[in-house]
Nanobody
Framework: QVQLVESGGGLVQAGGSLRLSCAASRSINSINNMGWYRQAPGKQRELVAS???????NYADSVKGRFTISRDNAKNTVNLQMNSLKPEDTAVYYC??????????WGQGTQVTVSS
């Protein structure tokens, strides 16, 4: 079992930047996949970005070129650097981890609000 705690959300003007961080309660070195999802009001939860144990990344088309996901196994964290933010990025952002037996863990989320 792993606990995930997100931080770094807030209110920002369009075009601004935020950096989200997800802190895990234990080593993430053996966790297969970690990622960020988001859910806006009235919308389905969607994958924003993910990173594998080996460092491979993928991004939603809507954030490519603007967001960067990274993981720091030594610090047990995964980060999401968000640049050139748009109002459409407004959502609650959730950290997730997929471990053995396909067990999935979620943080409680952090609110990102982008104003025009």
């Amino acid at each position: 079992q792993v606990q995930l705690v997100e931080s770094g959300g807030g209110l920002v003007q369009a075009g601004g930047s935020l950096r989200l961080s997800c802190a895990a309660s234990r080593s993430i070195n053996s966790i297969n996949n970690m990622g960020w999802y988001r859910q806006a009001p009235g919308k389905q939860r969607e994958l924003v970005a993910s990173i594998t144990q080996g460092g491979s990344t993928n991004y939603a088309d809507s954030v490519k070129g603007r967001f960067t996901i990274s993981r720091d196994n030594a610090k047990n964290t995964v980060n999401l650097q968000m640049n050139s933010l748009k109002p459409e990025d407004t959502a609650v952002y959730y950290c997730n981890a997929v471990a053995k037996m396909l067990l999935t863990y979620w943080g409680q989320g952090t609110q990102v609000t982008v104003s025009s």
